[in-house]
């Protein structure tokens, strides 16, 4: 099965490789901007004001049931990745999968500025963790909330009833087909042990997440998700993408080379 993507039918105007700087400095100007205000919602996020959590939720967790309290370990910060995974799915979704393939590698990263990672989802903890060792986040934390209703009351479970009466989702702004929704929420930690919620994100909020999009945006053809179902329908699990076949100017490369990089 080929991953070649056509490409979008377009006109580009092509210049001399003296003419390009131009358009580029043009459009660096707004990436400028869009750094800085970057930086700004950043500093505003950090000043959001805080919300004790007073209800005493409970973990499934390889080491036992915890309260949200300990899922922070030894850090005073704690990030928890909605991860989208009902109790009678047989796996995890494929998109918030993506998701965390990319935290699986920068988590150790989180845990030298004082963060700790959690995922957390409704499935079964013996399924979360059969599905984990398959996709191999070695470096991920996960948790059961199946047997609370931490879910529901931070936006990312609903009934039917939620779906059928419109926009349940993403502070009541938008629509989701399925009672598993994802998201991000942060929290903080006091001298005292109480616990407060400081921050939650949702649909293209999490894109911030997904390195690979950056990545994707920065390719001529960008994401070419035009005439699919929805955005994301073509992301799989990492490991259900076809193993693409060496082509022959690949092999022949490799053949001739002397260097030792293939």
Known sequence: MSTTLEAPKSSHKIVSRTEWPAARKALLAKEK??????????????????????KPYSFETPCGTHPLSDLFGDKSQLLVYHFMFGPDWPEGCPSCSMVADALNGIAPHLAQRDISLML?????????????????????????????????????????????DGKPYNYNTSDFPAAEAPGLSAFTKGAAGDVFHTYSTYGRGLEELLGVYSLIDMAPMGRNEIGLPWPMAWVKHHDKYPAAPASRATLNVAEKSTCGCH
């Open 33 to 54: 901007q869009y750094t800085h205000l970057r930086d700004e919602l950043a500093q505003q996020r950090q000043q959001l004001p805080w919300v004790k959590v007073e």
């Open 120 to 164: 957390v989802s409704r499935a079964p903890l013996e399924k979360l963790q059969a599905f984990k060792t398959r996709m191999g986040w070695n470096n991920l934390f996960w948790a059961s909330s199946n047997k609370t209703d931490f879910n529901q009351d931070f936006g990312v479970t609903f009934n039917e009833s939620q779906i059928k």
